[in-house]
C-alpha cells in the first residue's frame, strides 16, 4: 500500500500534469522562498521615526487599545503602579523574565512583580513588544525563554510595553528584522500579532470586548531607550 | 462519521427557513452590519484593489506549485520539532487524531474553530471513543450546545437570536444560579468566558485549524478576534493543527499581503485581534507552549480539483464575504444549504467536495447578481463556476424532469426565431386580453411557483419584440 503522502502528492501532479521533478518548477519555489518578494506595501505606514509612532498610536486607539507615551524605561513601573491604582486593580503584575522589563526599577513602586508563566491566577501581565506595525496598530510579541506566551492572553489586563524605535511601517519590514535576529526560514515558537485586545460579535453581531483573551490592553510607549 | 449532506433538499431547507421567525430575526443582523463594515475597510485602504490582484497571484503560484511547497513545508515542521500527518480522506484525518488524543491519555479536547474539523466530523468522533470536545469559540460553543453545524464560515451561530443563547445557557449551565441575569449580551459572554476558562486549563490536547500553512517557515497562521484559539494551543500538552493542502503559502511576506485583505473582507477590521504564528513545540528552555506539535495535513477532495474547472475555488481564504453579500443567504440562511460550506463559495465547493449527485441543487441557489464575486478578496469567480456545476447537473441528468422538458422546448424554439416570435405573440396576446380587466393574474396554471407569493402583471398585447420593431424599426 502506498502512503498517503505519496498517494497525495502523485494526485496532485496528476492534476496539475506535472512530475514534480522538473528543474523550471523546483526554481520558482527555491526562488520564491529565497528572496521573500515583498508584494504591494501600503503607502500609510511608510513615514518617519515620529510618524510612524503618531500613526501606531492611532491606528492601537482605534481599535480599543489606550496608550500612553514615557520619555524613559525607567518611568514604566511608576506608570504601571498608577494604571493599576485607577483601574482599582489589586499592585501585582507577572513579567515573566525580560531583561528589558526586569532592569525597570520596580523597587521604587508598592507593586508586588512575579516572574514566570501564568496559570491563569493574575488580574494584570505585564510584556515587552519585539516591535510594532504603524500600519494597523499592531504589536509583536515573541515568545522565548524571558517571554511566555501565558501572559498575552490569560490574564484580565495586559499591559505591553514598547520602545519608539521599533515601531516599524509595515508588517514586511518586522519579518526583515526577525530573520536578521533568528536566521533565514526560522522563527521564534510563537509570534503574536496583536490588535487591540480580545472582542466577539458572535451574539447578535454585537462588538463585545474581553471574550477569552484580555479585556483591556493598555501599551506604554517608550520614546527614548 | 462526517455530516451527511443535506444539500438535495435545498427547496425544502429554504421553504423551512423563509418560515422560520427566529431566524429570519437573526438574518436581519446580516444583512446590515458586514456590508457596511467591509466597504468602509476597503475604501479606507488605497492600496485595497492590488492588494486582491497581489493575494490572487500568490494563491495561482502556489497550486501550480502546490507539491512542492507541501514538500519543503514538511521538512521545515519536521526541523522545528513538529510532525505532519498526510490523510487522503476525513476517515484518515479522524483516526490521526484520534490516535494522537488515545496517546496523550485525552479526556478533554479543547478546539479553536476550524471548518475542516466540521467537514471531518471530529467531535462525534472523539465523544464515540470516549473523550469531551469542548468548542471554545464562542459561536462554536453555542452551536455545540445546541447540536448544530455552523450556518457561516467565521460566524458560526449567525442564525441564533440572544434570546436562545440566553436559553441555551439556562438549560446547560445548570450549576449556576438559575435567577442570575443574562439579559445583556455581555453577561452572555462572561458566563461563557469563566466555563470555557476552566475548560482551557484542563484540556490535554488541543486542536486548531489554520488560516495559513508557511512554506518557508514551516509556521501554522491563525487568525482568531476573541484569543481561544490561542488558548486552546498554547495551554495543553498537545497541539494538533488540522489543516487542508490549500492553506499552503510559500512566505511571510505572502500571508502578510493576504492578511490586508482577509479581515477587512470578513469584518471590516483592518487586522483581526490574534493572528498567530506556531512554529513547532516548545523550545528548551520555554516557559510554556505544547510539548507536542502536529500537523494533520487534508486533501479530501482537493487535489482532484487541481487543473481543472474548479481550480480557482482553492484559493478561498474563509473570509465569509460572499455570503454577507448574497442575497439568497440573506433570505435563508446557512444551515438551507446542507452541509458544512454555505453561501456562494459552498454551492460551488460542496459539489466538488461530495458530489454533484448530492449537492447539485447548491449552484442554482443563486439570482446570478455578482456581487459574490465583486467582494472576493481572491478574486474568485464563483457565478462562472456555479454555471459549470449547474451545465453538468443538466449534463448528467439530474435536474428534474419539469425543468429539463422546460427547458428543450425553450431551447427548440430558440433556435427557430420566427416561430420563437409566432408562440411569444400568441401567448401575450391571449394573456393580455385574459389579464385585461384585473391586469394581474392571482394564479396561473405552470406558474403556481410564482402567484402563491404574489400576482404575475398582465402583459398589455405586444411582446417586447414587437414595440421594439414598431418604435425603433425605422432606424
Not at chain 2, 439556562?170 to 445583556?184: A, I, M, N
Amino acid at each position: 500500500m502506498t502512503s498517503a503522502r505519496d498517494d497525495i502528492l502523485a494526485g496532485i501532479r496528476r492534476s496539475l500534469g506535472v512530475s514534480g521533478s522538473e528543474r523550471i518548477r523546483r526554481q520558482a519555489v527555491e526562488e520564491r522562498i529565497e528572496r521573500a518578494p515583498r508584494g504591494v506595501i501600503p503607502a500609510r505606514g511608510q513615514l518617519d521615526a515620529a510618524g510612524r509612532a503618531d500613526l501606531f498610536r492611532a491606528r492601537a486607539e482605534a481599535v480599543q487599545a489606550t496608550v500612553e507615551v514615557l520619555s524613559r524605561p525607567d518611568l514604566v513601573p511608576l506608570a504601571v503602579a498608577s494604571y493599576l491604582r485607577v483601574n482599582n486593580l489589586p499592585a501585582a503584575v507577572r513579567i515573566g523574565a525580560d531583561p528589558y522589563l526586569v532592569a525597570m526599577p520596580w523597587e521604587n513602586t508598592a507593586v508586588e512583580v512575579n516572574h514566570g508563566r501564568s496559570d491563569g491566577h493574575d488580574l494584570t501581565s505585564v510584556s515587552h513588544a519585539t516591535a510594532g506595525v504603524a500600519e494597523t496598530g499592531t504589536l509583536v510579541l515573541t515568545s522565548g525563554e524571558t517571554n511566555p506566551t501565558t501572559l498575552n492572553f490569560l490574564p484580565d489586563n495586559h499591559v505591553v510595553v514598547l520602545r519608539s524605535a521599533d515601531i516599524a511601517g509595515d508588517y514586511e519590514a518586522v519579518w526583515a528584522r526577525l530573520r536578521k535576529a533568528h536566521g533565514k526560514g526560522t522563527l521564534p515558537r510563537t509570534v503574536n500579532f496583536i490588535t487591540g485586545p480580545s472582542r466577539s460579535a458572535d451574539i447578535e453581531q454585537k462588538l463585545l470586548l474581553g471574550a477569552h483573551g484580555p479585556r483591556k490592553l493598555h501599551i506604554v510607549l517608550v520614546e527614548n531607550g | 462519521m462526517s455530516i451527511e449532506p443535506t444539500s438535495k433538499d435545498f427547496k425544502g431547507n429554504a421553504h423551512r427557513a423563509l418560515n422560520d421567525p427566529n431566524l429570519q430575526k437573526a438574518m436581519g443582523f446580516v444583512r446590515v452590519g458586514f456590508i457596511e463594515k467591509r466597504a468602509v475597510a476597503a475604501a479606507g485602504l488605497p492600496e485595497f484593489e492590488a492588494l486582491r490582484d497581489s493575494a490572487r497571484e500568490i494563491k495561482d503560484h502556489t497550486l501550480a506549485h502546490l507539491d512542492l511547497y507541501i514538500e519543503q513545508y514538511e521538512k521545515k515542521v519536521v526541523e522545528a520539532g513538529g510532525t505532519l500527518h498526510f490523510a487522503r480522506d476525513a476517515a484518515e484525518a479522524r483516526e490521526h487524531i484520534l490516535a494522537i488524543c488515545k496517546a496523550a491519555n485525552a479526556k478533554i479536547v479543547t478546539k479553536g474553530k476550524s471548518m475542516i474539523a466540521e467537514e471531518i466530523g471530529i467531535n462525534a468522533h472523539l465523544e464515540a471513543n470516549g473523550m469531551t470536545p469542548v468548542e471554545t469559540d464562542l459561536g462554536e460553543y453555542i452551536i455545540q450546545l445546541r447540536g448544530e453545524i455552523p450556518s457561516h464560515i467565521i460566524a458560526p451561530a449567525v442564525h441564533v437570536t440572544q434570546d436562545q443563547v440566553e436559553a441555551d445557557f439556562r438549560r446547560v449551565h445548570t450549576h449556576l444560579d438559575p435567577k442570575r441575569d443574562l439579559t445583556e449580551p455581555a453577561s452572555l459572554l462572561g458566563e461563557a468566558r469563566a466555563v470555557l476558562r476552566d475548560r482551557f486549563l484542563t484540556a490535554d490536547v488541543g486542536i486548531t485549524g489554520a488560516n495559513f500553512l508557511i512554506a518557508e517557515t514551516g509556521t501554522s497562521v491563525i487568525v482568531t478576534n476573541e484569543g481561544n484559539g490561542d488558548l486552546t494551543q498554547i495551554l495543553p500538552r498537545v497541539h494538533i493543527v488540522l489543516a487542508s493542502i490549500e492553506k499552503l503559502t510559500p512566505t511571510l511576506e505572502d500571508v502578510s499581503q493576504i492578511l490586508r485583505v482577509l479581515a477587512r473582507s470578513a469584518t471590516g477590521q483592518e487586522m483581526s485581534v490574534y493572528t498567530t504564528f506556531s512554529t513547532g513545540p516548545r523550545r528548551p528552555g520555554d516557559p510554556d507552549g505544547p510539548e507536542e506539535y502536529h500537523v494533520v495535513l487534508l486533501d479530501n477532495g482537493r487535489s482532484s480539483m487541481l487543473g481543472g474547472a474548479f481550480e480557482e475555488m482553492l484559493r478561498c481564504i474563509r473570509c465569509g464575504a460572499c455570503m454577507n453579500h448574497c442575497p439568497v443567504y440573506h433570505a435563508v440562511g446557512g444551515h438551507a444549504y446542507g452541509w458544512v460550506y454555505p453561501g456562494p463559495m459552498g454551492a460551488v465547493l460542496t459539489p466538488s467536495l461530495v458530489g454533484v449527485d448530492k449537492a447539485g441543487h447548491l449552484p442554482n441557489a443563486s439570482t446570478f447578481c455578482g456581487r459574490c464575486e465583486s467582494v472576493c478578496p481572491m478574486r474568485i469567480p464563483l457565478p462562472r463556476m456555479m454555471r459549470h456545476w449547474r451545465e453538468r447537473e443538466f449534463e448528467r441528468n439530474l435536474a428534474p424532469a419539469v425543468a429539463r422538458s422546460g427547458l428543450g422546448l425553450w431551447a427548440f424554439l430558440a433556435r427557430r426565431p420566427k416561430l420563437y416570435a409566432l408562440a411569444t405573440r400568441a401567448a401575450i396576446w391571449g394573456m393580455g386580453r385574459l389579464g385585461a380587466k384585473k391586469g394581474r393574474f392571482a394564479s396561473l396554471p405552470l406558474a403556481g411557483g410564482w402567484t402563491k407569493y404574489r400576482d404575475l402583471a398582465a402583459p398589455e398585447g405586444e411582446t417586447f419584440q414587437a414595440r421594439w420593431k414598431r418604435e425603433r424599426g425605422g432606424r
